[in-house]
């Protein structure tokens, strides 16, 4: 997670990575501990982090508790300060990053290889080993030299995949937007997941977006 707005569609994805069976190494940039805070009033502590993790995943896209299952033991968490993590070195086995929300400042420092903290330095590493990396941009309007930037992470390899909701597929509630954005980055990285209704076509035929 890096510091850019939208904490829910960082939750989203992790509550559907964990339904998927799939373990997490979990880090949570300084900006993002941030923005977590005015998102939501949780103060994500790195001595408490299972207590602060478990209480923000429990909340849906409007704050309120929802019915969320949500179990923590797949989820390993790194500090962004620690240069030494596991996520640090290719030898370290993952099947892939994802980063989410991208802030511009994140994806400037990913796509210049700078590694200032785990999270580029991780994102960089996922980049090197020529595994999938998916950066979920999430602002507006985009500078020339973010989509430079961005350009550049594409070409490097990396799905670039807009924190942009598709109306299709019949939203009513703010979760369902956010649950798409989750699946449009779940579906970048080859994860299965039933977030939201896939378009068949008009007829029953076919699939868009």
């Given at each position: ?65 929802a019915s ?88 490097a390899g ?52």
């Amino acid at each position: 997670m890096s510091g850019a707005s939208g904490t829910p569609y960082a939750a989203s994805v992790l509550r559907a990575l964990l339904a998927a069976g799939e373990s997490v190494d979990l880090v949570v940039s300084r900006a993002s501990r941030l923005t977590l805070l005015d998102e939501t009033g949780i103060s994500f502590r790195d001595a408490h982090w299972r207590e602060d993790l478990g209480e923000w995943l429990a909340r849906g896209a409007d704050g309120k508790p929802a019915s969320f299952d949500v179990d923590l033991d797949a989820v390993r968490y790194w500090s962004a300060g620690d240069l030494a993590a596991g996520p640090s070195s290719g030898s370290y086995a993952t099947k892939g990053m994802l980063v989410v929300p991208a802030s511009t400042a994140c994806v400037a420092g990913v796509a210049l290889g700078l590694s200032k903290d785990l999270l580029q330095r991780a994102a960089s590493v996922t980049l090197k080993e020529r595994r999938p990396l998916v950066v979920a941009v999430r602002e507006t309007p985009l500078n020339g030299q973010t989509l430079r930037h961005l350009v550049t992470l594409d070409d490097a390899g990396a799905s670039v995949v807009p924190a942009s909701p598709g109306f299709y597929a019949g939203a009513t509630h703010i979760q369902d937007l956010v649950d798409f954005v989750a699946g449009r980055v779940l579906d970048a990285a080859g994860v299965e997941h039933g977030l939201y209704r896939r378009w068949r076509g008009a007829l029953g035929g076919g699939s868009a977006d």
